[in-house]
């Protein structure tokens, strides 16, 4: 039904899915990093003796570091969502609204680049 | 809204109009799955507030041998392990109250009871949780 009016005057103004792929982007960095908090808890709660070479060594590994990327970048996207819903829910001002969402866009994009310089200094 | 349901009024029951926050928080009776939603929605902005805080220390932990130890002064200081306590709430609140999310969306435990319920559940096992990760941090075990 919506390819049929997707198009002309007739086209459908709502369903435009933008919604659906933010909330489903949303539940699935949210299952990546269930996974990642799941080992960094338990590691935490079981570990003895916290040191530099155990800590640094855990992300010392490529498969780690990549997989903490992963986490951080699927963790900031949900951020985006998450704070994106609130700016929409509470402020009223458009103008006041747009400067928010970028300041966060802006925030959570230098954020991505700290934690890849964080993760590659080890 | 039919015409029998507006005219069965309840006796005795406030109603709210224009509801505002003081309305929320005070005369409101929230409950269980509300306060857990308000939470989540509460501990996400605060860590998302807190995530410059929580990168340093994080680049601090990682960067170097002395930087290590620069990090374990800053954590053994009460007042920030008091602070990094009520970021683990703040975190594992959200990932539990988020996994019951994750479950209701696949449409487990919607109706009334069963929502109420879990969302009793979200808040014991967070605080059981925090209090598991609080108990370490001060070195209990």
Known sequence: MATKNNIGPRR?????HYGVKDWLAQRITAIVMAIYTVILLVSFL???NFTYEGWAGLFAAQWFKLFSLVTFLGLYY???VGIRDIWMDYVKSAGLRLFLMLATIFWLLA???WTVQILWSV | MSEAVREAKQKGRPEFRNIGITDITGKYRMPPSAIVSILHR?????LFLALPFLLYLFQQSLLSESSFGYFAGI??????KLVLLGLSWAYLHHFVAGIRHLFMDNHFALDKD???????WVLIIS???????????????
């Open chain 1, 12 to 16: 459908l103004v709502v369903g435009a």
């Open chain 1, 46 to 48: 079981t570990g003895q």
């Open chain 1, 78 to 80: 949900h951020a985006w």
């Open chain 1, 111 to 113: 954020c991505a680049a």
């Open chain 2, 42 to 46: 509460i501990s996400g902005a605060g």
């Open chain 2, 75 to 80: 954590v053994s200081h009460p007042l920030a």
């Open chain 2, 114 to 120: 069963a929502a109420q319920s879990t969302a009793r």
């Open chain 2, 127 to 141: 605080l059981a949780l925090t209090l598991l990760v609080g108990l370490k941090l001060f070195g209990v075990f």
